[in-house]
């Protein structure tokens, strides 16, 4: 008890009862025991002691009861000690720090245990060092239980030698245990000459929990060991799945497969014997595989491969797999190299299903995604090597397209031709299943119904009646300001997981509100302000942290251009402004992102009252207006003796134009007086755009304008039919293009050779050179489609110059079947022109431009 520098070493202790040789606080630090003996150690037969060798003590377990060396801190060391007889344990680590470390790799060895329950026990709640820990030269045998470990990890056995035990349980959340340069004998010669047993007492040489945590290397490994005389029905190792913890937290596949090298099975000649699942659950779609890597663990005659569970989840995409005559639940893949993979979307959702198609065979497989535990949103899969198309679905069986997917592959298999992340192809987009196709794309909104916002600054809100257009708005005050020349806020979070999905350095946000001043020292009469100077705005405070926290992608407050619209002061006035995200944000989840509005200017204190409402933060796709400028009163001109007084020219008119006529078209109403109607125009100053198919984009520069910015196309997977492509959204689609109408189409595009120093890269005019299409569809109000589909533009045929930017110039014919008025989608896809093996040819392009063909 709390003694510590202290040898216990050549002592017997004979018919004890309760723990013999112990630890009892888990304090005691650097004693040693060495060469001891216990012979019949026995249970307490007296409650109340407080201890775990209380044969009723509560929250033991089995484990109840007493240990020959009652183990509380591996600080110690323990080296050629005996048991002889034990009614629990013989070696029993119950540890007080389930993490705390081994004194050293030398100081549990040669240690024996025969003739008890438990030989080794870790159970109930096991041991993971955080330094890897080493058992060396122990001895188990007749025991009931050779050894029993749940919840241990990080622990080396080696030359370890195990004989005639009933049964060694490998169970439930181990985190890796390995066996090296080992013995485990089914029946021993002692056993089969000196007490004439022809069977071994052994059930299961190894009895493992497959369903264990799904992260990391958890199951056990076998190096250099030998399985010895596991006959009549002795197995060797089984795998079963503890249904403890799998209806609660899903736990009902394997995580990474036990590892097995240079094992051998001698005087084991059935079969049956030999490492297999446990048959009789009925969990159809668990994983369940193990590698024979040399050819081993199965049937005569068959090479490496993998042993399976064999259901229809992990025969989805192998070929060849037989049926084990001595297992009707598992099956031998030969030749098959199986890896785990985890795939999680993000998005709206809501994700219920996953289908990969292999694209070289078509086969297909549709999986679940979890919906409990650690893998809860994520789809568990053991598969081969292919190229695999994913469509993720709802519960109705619809697509959805995710903003990313993520792809975390686990242990390498011995096996070389293993599924890798790049294996994947997904149609993404930044803002995937989070909006409609049609209509604003709002990040985030609020009319103060609910709530008065929150605050920054010595700021303090209540609800106002009435407001701009519901019946509630939120007024903003500050009795103090202390905040330098920071203005006090109301202040709004707009971060939630649409806003990691969508909004990225370079994304441009439209921010809405309306507000009005109040003069609290004048029975709240309207305030007057200037706009663009001291009308209120706003300002966002913003942060990204990277990942490991080591450093910051962006952290700061970033001012909204201030509006010169006009201010009426008797009213709610529209305050809108464009904000793009400073392109240093280039992470995808935001510390902070919250956007404050300010009166404008720092008022004194308790005199200006600001009320808001109806705020909205849109990503913008080119469709933001800007508010009228507002052009102050001005003196008027001066005049000089010899010339003619000067007139102030009118912002709206001129006194030689003919009054404008009332447009006729709501498309007129975008571009009057014969303005080009201009659908699409991308620089790609602000944004590197969507895209399709797999591909990924980034912003580069110089443009090909020699200055700016461009965008920058790859794509790693092997392409499909349809190419990957850069995705445009045309604007004014519902307002401007009909069935039949003619489009000017324009882009410049070069290509570069990834793995050539990104030389340039020549192609065909007309046949392979980049190129693009249409993705179109309209929708009959009363069901049905007016057309929908994926509609080519004609191959450019001018010449291509590799070295420089070419200018790919055509019109294409809207279909004339597009007889409806409201775009579901059009959407511009520019591609490669061909299918170029992924991660060889990257796709530059700039000055996108369509317009409406008018004679």
């Known amino acids: 008890h709390n003694t510590n520098y202290v040898t216990i070493d050549n002592n017997v202790a004979y018919n004890t009862k309760g ?58 060391t323990f080296v050629g000690n005996r048991v002889a007889g034990c009614d629990n344990s013989g070696f029993w680590l119950e540890m007080k720090d389930k993490k705390g470390n081994q004194l050293n790799d030398d100081s549990f060895a040669d240690n024996v245990a025969h003739g008890c329950h438990f030989g080794l026990l870790t159970y109930k709640f096991g041991w993971t060092p955080s330094e890897p820990a080493h058992f060396k030269n122990m001895k188990v045998y007749k ?26 349980r490998y169970g439930f959340e181990n985190k890796g245990v390995d066996f090296e340069d080992s013995l485990f004998i089914g029946l021993s010669d002692d056993m089969r000459y000196r007490l004439h047993q022809n069977c071994p007492n052994t059930r299961e040489g190894i009895l493992a929990s497959f369903n264990t945590l799904l992260d990391g290397r958890k199951q056990i490994h076998f190096k250099n060991v030998e399985f010895r005389n596991f006959e009549c029905t002795a197995k060797t190792i089984t795998w079963y799945m503890d ?101 999680k979307p993000v998005g709206a959702g809501p994700f219920h299903s996953l289908t990969l198609t292999d694209q070289a065979t078509q086969t297909s497989f549709e999986y679940l995604l979890d919906s409990l535990g650690q893998t ?150 309207p305030v007057d302000c200037t706009p663009g100077i001291d009308c209120p705005t706003g300002r966002f405070r913003a942060r990204q942290d990277m990942p490991d926290g080591s450093a910051l992608y962006c952290n700061g407050w970033y001012n909204l251009p201030r509006s010169p619209s006009s201010w009426d002061k008797d009213e709610f006035n529209q305050v809108s402004s464009l904000f ?20 404008g200017k720092a008022y004194p204190a308790d005199t200006v009252k600001m009320i808001v409402d109806d705020v909205r933060i849109v990503l913008d796709e080119g469709q933001y207006t800007s508010p009228p400028t507002y052009v102050p009163p001005t003196a008027s001109p001066t005049t000089r003796p010899t010339e003619m007084p000067t007139p102030v020219p009118n912002p709206t008119t001129r006194a030689t134009a003919m009054p404008t006529p009332a447009p006729t078209t709501r498309c007129e109403l975008y571009f009057p007086n014969g303005e080009e109607k201009i659908l699409l125009n991308e620089g ?36 499909r039919n349809r190419l990957p492509a850069i995705r445009l959204v045309v604007n004014k689609r519902n307002e401007c293009v009909r069935g039949g109408m003619e489009l000017n189409v324009s882009f ?108």
């Open 19 to 76: 723990h013999c040789y112990a630890t009892e606080t888990g304090s005691e630090h650097d004693n040693v025991f060495t060469n001891n003996l216990a012979v019949a150690s026995h249970i307490l037969e007296v409650t109340g002691n407080g201890q775990s060798d209380d044969p009723v003590k509560e929250g033991t377990g089995l484990a109840a009861g007493n240990a020959a060396f009652w183990i509380r801190n591996m600080m110690n």
């Open 143 to 168: 025991n009931r239980d050779g050894f029993k470990m749940h919840f241990t990890g990080n622990l080396k056995l080696t030359n370890f030698v195990a004989a005639d035990n009933t049964i060694y």
């Open 243 to 343: 249904d403890r913890f799998s209806h609660k937290l899903n736990w009902n596949s394997m995580g990474d497969p036990a590892k097995m090298t240079n094992i051998t099975f001698s005087g084991t000649t059935l079969k049956p014997n030999y490492p297999a699942l446990k048959c009789g659950a009925s969990h159809e779609s668990q994983n369940w595989f193990m590698e024979d890597a040399e050819g081993t663990l199965g049937p005569d005659g068959k090479g490496p491969g993998f042993i399976i569970k064999d259901n229809a989840q992990m025969r989805a995409f192998l070929n060849g797999c037989e049926e084990l005559p001595y297992s009707s639940c598992s099956a031998m893949c030969e030749g098959a190299c199986l890896r785990l993979v985890h795939i």
């Open 376 to 525: 809860a949103g994520k789809v568990v899969l053991v598969l081969p090597r292919a190229t695999y198309l994913g469509d993720f679905k709802d519960d109705n069986g619809n697509s959805i397209v995710a903003s990313s997917v993520e792809i975390e592959t686990f242990t390498e298999p011995v096996c070389e031709n293993y599924v890798e992340a790049t294996d994947f192809v997904f149609e993404t987009a930044e803002c995937g299943g989070w909006f409609p196709e049609e209509g604003d794309k709002v990040i985030f909104s609020t009319g103060f119904e609910t709530s008065s916002g929150g605050t920054w600054g010595g700021m303090s809100t209540t609800a106002y009646s009435v407001g701009a257009t519901g019946e509630k708005a939120s007024a903003m005050t500050y009795s103090s300001h202390t905040t330098g020349s920071k203005l006090p806020a109301l202040r709004l979070n707009t971060m939630s997981t649409k806003t990691n999905s969508c909004v990225r350095g370079g994304t441009q946000l439209a921010v809405y509100f309306k507000a009005k001043l109040l003069d609290m020292t004048d029975n709240d009469s």
């Open 580 to 599: 793009t995200v400073p392109a240093s944000c280039t992470g995808t989840k935001w510390t902070w992102l919250y956007l404050d509005i300010t009166m």
């Open 684 to 719: 790609f100053e602000s944004s590197r755009r969507k895209t399709w198919g797999g591909a990924s984009t980034v912003q580069v520069s110089p443009g090909a304008s020699g200055d700016g910015h461009a965008t920058a196309m790859t794509y790693t997977g092997k392409p």
């Open 748 to 855: 410049k595009a070069k290509m570069l050779n990834m793995v050539d120093a990104e030389s340039p890269v020549e192609c065909t005019p007309g046949v392979n050179c980049p190129t693009a299409r249409f993705r179109a569809r309209q929708n009959r109000p009363g069901g049905g489609v007016y057309c929908n589909g994926w509609y080519d533009i004609p191959k450019p045929t001018t010449e291509w110059d590799a070295a420089e930017w070419n200018t790919i110039s055509t019109v294409w014919t809207v279909p004339a079947r597009c007889q409806g008025t409201s775009w579901q989608w059009l959407l511009f896809d520019i591609t490669q022109g061909s299918k170029y093996p992924g991660s060889t040819v990257k796709l530059l392009v700039d000055d996108v431009k369509i317009s409406v063909k008018e004679d």
